[in-house]
């Protein structure tokens, strides 16, 4: 809970796991840091996360706070039925097929990113110039928001992640509910622009789910727009800049992804694994559960710590080493079960695409200074990170790939 642990937990991670992969931190407080017992819990029918009931138990006030509503009336925050019903609605509108035709629009916005950072001056910040811009672009893209607005939502989605943190002060607070009430106004007035005229994006698709015998209430409609706006991008954001440090840091990897492009699932997962973009996420029991010869009682608050998970040695071997080539991956970044990121091929697309592309077009790419890390516990990331670019020249060409792997399985 201290800056110095937020900025770089994974010491932390580990001295809990000596205690055991599931550790008891208080009478109903319990922290998951194993793998199995992670990925177990979060498919659980007995664990569900906190709702209304719950809040009015432990946050009372929260329905005063358009941040905590708005996320509160989501699938993010929902249990079954609800939450069945709306993933069910926008899965509907999030098909693969909509999602594979992105790549045309993450290739061009992508290569336009980088020609702007080509034309700088000095260093840049590379949060600010590509891991920002370029996943609220495609989300905004997905979504049907105009090229104009974009610029608006990068402010208002990082006012608004404050309340998926699992503390947040006053202050925190008022600016995330500025960010939730200025996002709501937002879509109000794009569902309705939708509805007079509709268009191929992610928000007609929604607005017709709802329309169409109301199977999204008003408020779940504009809440889903927003943690789909907000998680389309946050999360992006976060593997973009964690995963080009890990990159950089390792650069006979680096040079063999800028060569073999294919090579791009496999390093994707990886870096996942390596540094997830989410490091927490917390569920409540319903029912009596035993995970790691512990006893998790009724009503139990469990944190399931991803970012530990991933490197539980138990199913990761070294698994503070940065391994492209490393078999049978399948980070738990994204979660597991019912509320598994609904836009995860998204946002693994989007990182495919960029970093072989980075790598290819900015062979001399350095960091350039101190990045700094901002101080969140969900959310992993940087708040700047800056780089020298160099100049653009053709594709790099490798000697060979490290010795015994022929790469890692796309």
Same mark, same amino acid.
Request: hydrophobic share 25%; proline share 19%.
């Given at each position: 809970m201290s800056p110095e642990g937020r900025v770089d937990p994974y010491p932390t991670y580990e001295r809990l796991r000596a205690h055991g992969p599931v550790v008891q931190a208080g009478p109903v407080f319990f922290v998951v840091t194993g793998y199995a017992e992670a990925d177990a819990i979060l498919r659980d029918a007995r664990f569900g996360v906190m709702d209304d009931a719950l809040r009015d138990q432990f946050m009372p006030g929260w329905r005063e706070s358009p941040a905590i509503l708005s996320i509160s009336r989501s699938m993010l925050?929902?249990? @079954? @039925?609800?939450? %069945?019903?709306?993933?069910?609605?926008?899965a509907g509108a999030f098909t693969p097929r909509r999602i594979a035709a992105m790549r045309d629009v993450v290739q061009a916005q992508a290569d336009e990113l980088i020609d702007a950072m080509l034309a700088a001056e000095g260093p840049v910040d590379f949060m600010a110039a590509f891991a920002y811009p370029l996943p609220v672009g495609v989300i905004c893209a997905l979504l049907g928001v105009p090229a104009a607005d974009r610029p608006l939502f990068r402010r208002w989605a990082t006012d608004l992640t404050g309340v998926l943190e699992p503390e947040i002060t006053e202050e925190e607070l008022a600016v995330a509910d500025r960010g939730a009430a200025e996002l709501r106004a937002y879509f109000t007035e794009l569902v309705a622009t939708r509805r007079r005229a509709p268009a191929d994006d992610l928000t007609t698709a929604l607005v017709q789910a709802h329309d169409g015998g109301d199977r999204l209430s008003g408020d779940e409609l504009l809440a889903n727009l927003i943690v789909l706006l907000v998680a389309g991008f946050e999360t992006t954001t976060n593997l973009l800049g964690n995963g080009l440090v890990a990159l950089l840091e390792h650069p006979r990897a680096a040079a063999a992804l800028a060569e073999h492009p294919e090579f791009a699932p496999g390093y994707v997962d990886e870096l996942l694994r390596y540094d997830s973009p989410v490091q927490l996420t917390s569920r409540m029991s319903t029912a009596p559960a035993r995970y790691g010869d512990v006893?998790? @009682? @009724?009503? %139990?608050?469990v944190i399931v710590m991803l970012g530990a998970a991933n490197r539980d040695p138990r199913r990761y071997p070294d698994p503070a080493r940065f391994d492209p080539w490393r078999p049978q991956v399948h980070p738990l970044s994204f979660g597991a079960g019912p509320h598994y990121c609904l836009g995860a091929a998204l946002a693994r697309l989007e990182a495919q695409v960029a970093f072989p592309l980075l790598l290819r077009r900015l062979p001399g790419l350095a960091v350039a200074g101190r990045p700094e890390r901002r101080v969140r516990l969900t959310l992993r990331g940087h708040a700047t990170l800056p780089v020298r670019v160099g100049r653009e020249a053709s594709p790099v060409t490798v000697p060979g790939t490290p010795p015994g792997a022929a790469g890692p399985t796309p």
């Open positions: 925050r929902t249990n @079954p @039925p609800d939450h %069945s019903r709306m993933r069910r609605l926008a006893d998790l @009682p @009724p009503e %139990s608050w």
